[in-house]
């Protein structure tokens, strides 16, 4: 049996039809009886890029002891034209996480994966200080065991005052090594011993992994990249799977 952090996990493979577009990180939260999928939002719209996928595939385990036994599955993004992720904004403007349900009859009847739930949302934004140390769990570069299918782990540090929108915006900052491919990664703290809800993954979610943060001053010959990292806040998923969550009116291929 492999930890139940790691099986939060899956990496994410944006298709646009059958052809392969990028790899990304994504992780489970479930909340009632439903089960979705996170991951950022520019995973699955990016205009800039001009990335439009308009299907996804994850890796699922199928035995909790074989972890070399595993299935793709497959999830549209689009139905009738109109995107089926749900997404949100704030004061501050869009918020890049995003938030895909799985419809679990159509799951393995053998699938195994742990989910991430409300309880494991910080209770206070007081319970965490600045410094304090982070795993980020996902695919960098989509680097894995390929043989096991499991995510690897970075550590990582709490770099700006958590609970602060940073520059105005609905994230925090972390200290980590991260590369493509960690977008949509969980961003966790360990829970205190005395937080035995949590049962077998005591971990709290703090945050969803989107991007290295840079200086464009910043001179490429003598200045190193900041290794700094923006994680939004992960209270956003209260919103987003909860029963009028917020979904994106945009058609396929705006």
């Known amino acids: 049996m492999t930890e139940p952090l790691l099986l939060t996990a899956t990496q994410i493979s944006t298709f646009e039809g059958q052809r392969l577009l990028t790899k ?41 002891v074989n972890l070399t036994r595993s ?38 009847k053998s699938v195994v994966l742990q989910a991430f739930t409300p309880q494991h949302l910080p209770a206070s934004f007081d ?31 709490i770099a700006s005052s958590f609970g602060v929108r940073f520059q105005g915006q609905g994230y925090f900052l972390t200290d980590a ?10 961003v966790v703290m360990r829970a205190a011993a005395a937080e035995a809800d949590l049962g077998d993954l005591p971990w709290k979610l703090l945050g969803v992994h989107a991007a290295r943060m840079d200086m464009k001053t910043r001179d490429l010959e003598q200045d190193e990249s900041l290794g700094l990292n923006c994680a939004w806040y992960a209270d956003i998923l209260l919103t987003l799977t909860g029963a009028a969550g917020a979904s994106t009116p945009l058609e396929a291929g705006t």
């Open 177 to 186: 090594r991260t590369h493509r491919g960690t977008s949509g990664a969980p």
């Open 127 to 157: 319970d965490v200080e600045v410094g304090s140390p982070l795993l980020i769990v996902g695919f960098p570069l989509s680097f894995h065991d390929t043989l096991h299918h499991l995510p690897v782990v970075r550590q990582a540090a």
């Open 71 to 108: 299935s793709a599955f497959s999830m549209p993004l689009y139905r009738d034209g109109k995107g089926l992720w749900r997404q949100g904004e704030d004061a501050g403007g869009e918020i890049d996480v995003a938030v895909l349900e799985v419809d679990r009859a159509a799951l393995p």
């Open 24 to 64: 990304a990180s994504g992780f489970f939260f479930a909340r009632d009886e439903r089960l979705f999928l996170v991951t950022s939002r520019h995973v699955v719209l990016d205009e800039p890029s001009l990335h439009f996928p308009d299907r996804i595939e994850i890796e699922l385990h199928l035995d909790a």
